[in-house]
C-alpha cells in the first residue's frame, strides 16, 4: 500500500507541476530542502526535537510549547519544519533564538524524507494538529525516532475522507507512539480509524494558552492608522472569496447608516496569493483604502478600509479591533480559529459554518462569549453581518461584555501547555541524551 501511495503522490505531483510553475512564488520556495537536500547539521552529545507546523496557525500554537520545552527541556536542540512559505517566514522570525533551524518539510517520498531524517538524526517527532504523512511516520519511527501528535484534531470530514483507507491509516499509527488530542471529539474520531486507545490522551488546545496583548508593531499600527474609539475598527479576519465581498457590502450598509463616528474596516485575506485579487475588488468598491505593504502617506489614517497584506501580524491586528469577524465561516469551508481574537478580548462574529473547530465554537457560544450568524443564503448574508455590525457599534458595553467572556472562556480552558508536556516528560527524559 505505501508503494501504491507513492506512486499517486508522484502522479499528483506531475499532474501539479503547471501550477507549480504559474506560481512559483507560493510552491517553488524551498524545492531544494523539500527534496530532501538541507543545511549540514552538525551533531553532537544533545538529542534532536524536530517539531512540524503546517502553517501560521499552528506555528502561533506552537509557541506556548516551545516555550516550555526550553525551560524544562534546555538540553534538547529544537528544529522545526514548516509546509507553507507564510509558515516558514513566520517560524523563522519568532523562533529565531529558539530553533537551531526552520526548514520546509520534505515530500512525502521516501528518499527526500530519508534524506532529511539522516541529516538531523531527530530522537522526537513532534507532529501538530494530525499531520498524517505516511512514508515520513513509518521512516521516522524505523529510524528510531518517538513520533507524538500534538495538539490534534481530526474534523469529521477528514475522519470520513480517512476512513475509505482504514485498514491503511491502522498501519500508520502502528508507527506513532503518542496521540495528544485536543477534545474528547478529536480523540473518538483517531480512536475510530484504528488508534489504540492506550496511545491516546486528551490534552486540550494549546491555543487556548496564548495570551495577547499590544506589542510595538501594535501601537506602530494604531499610530500610522490612527485607530482610535471615534473611528471603531472592524477586522475581517482569516477570509476566504466570496467573503470580502459580502463584507464590504455589509460594510458598506452600516458606513452609510452611521452619522458619526464613522467606523473603518480592515481585511486579511487568508492566503497570501489573493492579496491583488482583494485590493482590485475594494478599489472598485469607492472607498478610500491603503494597503499595509504599500510605504506609509499621511492619508493613511483616513483610508475607510486597510487591506492586510502582510505575514504574521494579525495578531497584533487585534487589540486594535472593536469587533472581529472570523472568516472561513460564511462558506462550507469550515471556519477559521477564533482564539487569537478571544485572547485579545474582542467581540466576535461568526458565520454558519465552523465545523473545523466545532467543540471550541461550541465553547464560545455556550459562554456568550461571540455572535454566530445562522445559516443563510449567500445574499442574505450582507443584510445580517450588517445588522450585527451596527448593533455592536451602538452598544459598546455588549462588545466590552463579548470580550470579557470571550477572555473568560480562555482562561478556563487553559493548561494545554502543562498537560502536552506531562504526557512528553517520560519520552523526553529518556531521550535527553543519545
Known amino acids: 500500500m505505501y508503494t501504491i501511495y507513492s506512486i499517486l503522490l508522484t502522479v499528483g505531483f506531475i499532474l501539479m507541476s503547471p501550477v507549480f510553475l504559474i506560481r512559483r512564488k507560493k510552491y517553488a520556495t524551498g524545492f531544494r530542502q523539500r527534496l530532501g537536500q538541507l543545511p549540514e547539521f552538525k551533531q553532537d552529545m544533545r538529542s534532536v526535537i524536530w517539531l512540524h507546523c503546517v502553517s501560521v496557525g499552528e506555528v502561533n500554537a506552537a509557541r506556548s510549547l516551545v516555550d516550555g520545552i526550553h525551560r524544562e527541556f534546555p538540553n534538547f536542540r529544537l528544529i522545526i519544519s514548516t509546509t507553507t512559505r507564510t509558515g516558514n517566514e513566520l517560524a523563522s522570525a519568532i523562533f529565531s533564538d529558539s530553533a537551531e533551524c526552520v526548514f520546509y518539510f520534505p515530500f512525502d517520498w521516501r528518499f527526500s524524507v530519508r534524506r532529511a531524517l539522516k541529516n538531523f538524526k531527530p530522537g522526537i517527532v513532534l507532529l501538530m494538529e494530525t499531520e498524517i504523512w505516511f512514508n515520513f511516520i513509518r521512516e521516522a519511527s524505523r529510524s528510531g525516532a518517538f513520533v507524538a501528535i500534538v495538539n490534534g484534531r481530526l474534523s469529521e470530514r477528514s475522519a470520513r475522507g480517512y476512513t475509505r483507507i482504514r485498514n491503511f491509516i491502522k498501519r500508520v499509527f502502528r508507527r506513532v507512539d ?35 496583548s499590544e506589542t510595538d508593531l501594535t501601537r506602530e499600527l494604531r499610530e500610522r492608522f490612527f485607530v482610535s474609539e471615534n473611528s471603531p475598527l472592524i477586522v475581517a479576519a482569516s477570509t476566504h472569496a466570496p467573503e470580502e ?17 464613522l467606523p473603518r474596516l480592515l481585511i486579511a485575506p487568508r492566503h497570501p496569493e489573493r492579496f491583488g485579487e482583494v485590493a482590485a475588488l475594494i478599489e472598485k468598491t469607492g472607498f478610500s483604502f491603503v494597503r499595509r505593504s504599500a510605504a506609509p502617506e499621511p492619508a493613511d489614517d483616513l483610508a475607510d478600509v486597510i487591506l492586510l497584506d502582510s505575514i504574521g501580524e494579525l495578531r497584533a491586528i487585534y487589540p486594535l479591533a472593536e469587533i472581529v ?15 487569537e481574537p478571544a ?12 465545523a473545523n473547530f466545532k467543540a471550541v465554537v461550541a465553547e464560545f457560544a455556550w459562554g456568550d462569549a461571540l455572535i454566530q450568524l445562522p445559516k443563510l443564503k449567500e445574499r442574505e448574508v450582507p443584510a445580517a453581518v450588517a445588522a450585527i455590525f451596527r448593533d455592536l457599534l451602538v452598544k459598546p458595553e455588549l462588545r466590552r461584555l463579548l470580550g470579557e467572556n470571550s477572555r473568560a472562556v480562555m482562561e478556563q480552558n487553559r493548561g494545554a501547555t502543562d498537560r502536552t508536556l506531562q504526557q512528553l516528560r517520560t519520552f523526553l527524559q529518556v531521550r535527553e541524551i543519545k
Do not use: C, W
Open 245 to 261: 465581498r459580502l463584507i464590504l457590502e455589509a460594510f458598506r450598509d452600516v458606513y452609510n447608516s452611521q452619522a458619526d463616528h
Open 325 to 339: 469577524f472570523v472568516g472561513g465561516s460564511l462558506i462550507p469551508h469550515g471556519g477559521q480559529s477564533v482564539l
Open 343 to 354: 485572547s485579545a478580548g474582542r467581540a466576535i462574529v461568526t458565520g454558519h459554518y465552523t
Open 178 to 212: 503518542l496521540a495528544l488530542m485536543q477534545s474528547e471529539d478529536d480523540a473518538e474520531r483517531i480512536a475510530g480509524l484504528g488508534m489504540r486507545q492506550s496511545k491516546i490522551k486528551v490534552t486540550g488546545n494549546l491555543k487556548f494558552d496564548q495570551r495577547q
